[in-house]
């Protein structure tokens, strides 16, 4: 077992409340846990924290810094009869049963806003890497094959002009939709709902299947929920054009992989950018690996020194907040809060 911290109760006086953090974060966020009475340890193990470490260690936490890959679920939910508050380090949260938490008084945080311009330009650079084949001009350069200059040498997909079809335009929709203004893009979006602002890109609002028809590129921002579990499925790809790029950052389960790996194996759309995967981490076997027309990175999404600081300062504000008492700021279920 690979755990660290543990300030103990400290002289006999009231318990510290115990928090136990799946991972390292960057030291400067640490310090109100430090300065703090609190009782604190985490995971410095490699990969993933194990199942059991998470069982074990929330069965006496009274919080929790967890990251988009520890499923809080109902069966931890029960292991844990002091926890208060789980604070996620990611905006996403598909990894909390939500409707569990709330039955049980327990606070659920997440992390929005301060990885919103990184994660665009990730997205952004992914897209420019597939279209322009980044991955198969550096492929080429190391196998020695290079030979001669020619016209339609490695030739891609252009942008400028090209209309970019953007599934969920919420905040990091809308700062992709910024930078694909800049390369001379047309933007239409499709959703739930159309979306205030939205005219500020001049963006379309389409039916998803209208906007799958029609794009040239198609970037994916919506959440993982059961409405958008394999919304990108083998129907949808198919209404794709042959040209079309497609771009995931949101997480791997809103397309189905193993439809795309056909797909993109057959040729039936242009490429991929691809940050996220149904399996996370993903296996160096796996199929999507070996296809020439898949640029690939590991979830890095928000990974720049200063985001991922954003992100583990808001996760511990959430948390230290939630234990005091207060409404965190980032709260997703009020309800809890408010009764
Ligand atoms: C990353 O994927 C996040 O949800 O923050």
């Not at 002289?11 to 953090?21: C, D, I, M």
């Not at 606070?107 to 980044?134: C, Y």
């Not at 997909?157 to 047309?186: C, D, H, P, S, Y």
Request: charged share 20%; with cysteine; net charge neutral.
């Amino acid at each position: 077992m690979t755990v660290s911290g543990g300030n103990g109760n400290g002289n006999g006086r009231q318990p510290k409340p115990r928090v136990f953090l799946s991972g390292i974060l960057p030291a400067p966020a640490l310090q109100p846990l430090q300065e703090g009475e609190f009782d604190c340890a985490w995971w410095e193990g490699e990969g993933n924290l194990p199942r059991e470490v998470l069982r074990r260690e929330a069965a006496g936490a009274d919080g929790l810094v967890t990251f988009l890959n520890d499923r809080v679920d109902e069966e931890l939910l029960n292991l844990a009869p002091r926890l208060k508050i789980v604070a996620n380090v990611a905006v996403g949260y598909d990894n909390f049963d939500l409707a569990a938490a709330t039955r049980r008084g327990i606070l659920l945080t997440n992390t929005p806003g301060v990885l919103t311009e990184a994660t665009a330009d990730l997205t952004f650079g992914l897209l420019l890497a597939a279209a322009r084949r980044f991955g198969e001009g550096r492929r080429l350069l190391d196998s020695g094959r290079w030979q001669a200059w020619y016209p339609l040498l490695l030739a891609g997909q252009e942008l400028n002009g090209a209309t970019l079809g953007i599934v969920g335009l919420g905040r990091i929709g809308q700062a992709v939709a910024r930078r694909a203004l800049a390369f001379g893009m047309k933007i239409a979006y499709a959703g739930r709902r159309p979306v205030a602002g939205a005219a500020r890109f001049g963006a379309e609002f389409r039916p998803l299947d209208e906007l799958l028809r029609t794009a040239d590129f198609v970037s994916l921002h919506c959440p993982l929920t059961p409405q958008t579990f394999h919304l990108i499925g083998r129907k949808e790809i198919a209404m794709m054009k042959p040209t079309a790029v497609l771009v995931n950052t949101s997480r791997g389960a809103v397309v189905d992989q193993g439809a795309l790996v056909e797909a993109l194996g057959a040729g039936r759309i242009f490429a991929a950018g691809l940050d996220v995967f149904e399996e996370e981490p993903l296996a160096p076997e796996h199929p999507l690996l070996s296809l020439p027309n898949v640029v690939c990175t590991p979830h890095l999404g928000s990974a720049t020194h200063s985001t991922r600081l954003g992100m583990a300062r808001l996760a511990v504000e959430n948390l230290v907040r939630g234990l005091a008492g207060e409404r965190p700021p980032n709260l997703l279920n009020p309800e809890v809060f408010d009764r």
